[in-house]
């Protein structure tokens, strides 16, 4: 019954590494997002995507890329991780003007 | 000020308790969502409504329009609806964005 998956729950890297986190869909769904999620702040919206090889810049964009090659999988690219990219990352997806179904999130540290 | 506003931001009660969590938002939606975190991050989408009242179990949430408020209540509160409870509002634009509450922690003691 699993509908979005997120490839990893916790991942630690290294400042300066290059991350990728990846989100895949079964849904079929057109829309794809990324979020992050911090005390204090809620969850907060980096990029999204509505169709395949299509991005917008959501509310907090720098720093991060995202790939949509595929209409299943969108994936949200820390270039150069810094310490202030320690978060949790949500994947969602859903129909346009749909019920958004989420990933479980993926613990990022960033040492 | 932020778009969509959540009280209580915590919320503690007895097993049997008649919960309610507030919501106000005040851009144009396109329909307002209630989610659910459970602790170690995962949410789960609880309620997408635009109009009226949906019931699901022990759970309802109702949404008025012209005053830009939705409720949450849950009836019957048990200690494993201790959760984190996310007020979204679906932007009327292209894409459907939601814009976040601050979220409720609930927690329902035995």
């Known amino acids: 019954d699993v509908k979005v998956t997120q490839s990893s729950r916790y991942l630690v890297k290294r400042t300066g590494e290059k991350v990728f986190l990846e989100c895949v869909q079964d849904?079929?769904?057109?829309?794809m997002f990324w979020y992050r999620q911090d005390p204090g702040l809620g969850l907060r919206l980096i990029y999204f995507?509505?169709?395949?090889?299509?991005?917008e810049k959501g509310d907090i964009p720098e720093g991060y890329s995202v790939s949509r090659e595929k209409k299943e999988r969108f994936s949200l690219i820390l270039e150069s991780a810094s310490t202030n990219q320690t978060s949790m990352y949500l994947c969602?997806?859903?129909?346009?003007?749909?019920?958004?179904?989420f990933g479980a999130g993926t613990r990022l540290s960033v040492l | 000020k932020n778009e969509v506003e959540q009280s209580p931001q915590n919320l503690t009660a007895q097993e049997g308790e008649f919960i309610t969590i507030n919501c106000s938002y005040s851009v144009g939606i396109s329909a307002l969502h209630w989610l659910q975190q459970h602790p170690g991050g995962g949410i789960v989408s609880l309620f997408m409504l635009s109009s009226g009242k949906k019931k699901h179990g022990r759970l309802i949430a109702t949404i008025n329009i012209q005053e830009k408020h939705s409720s949450l209540h849950i009836t019957a509160s048990h200690p494993r609806d201790s959760a984190v409870y996310i007020c979204a509002a679906g932007i009327i634009q292209g894409a459907q964005k939601l814009v976040f509450g601050q979220g409720t922690r609930l927690t329902i003691n035995p």
């Open positions: 995507s509505y169709d395949v090889k299509m991005k």
């Open positions: 969602a997806s859903s129909y346009p003007r749909g019920r958004g179904d």
């Open positions: 849904m079929d769904h057109e829309n």
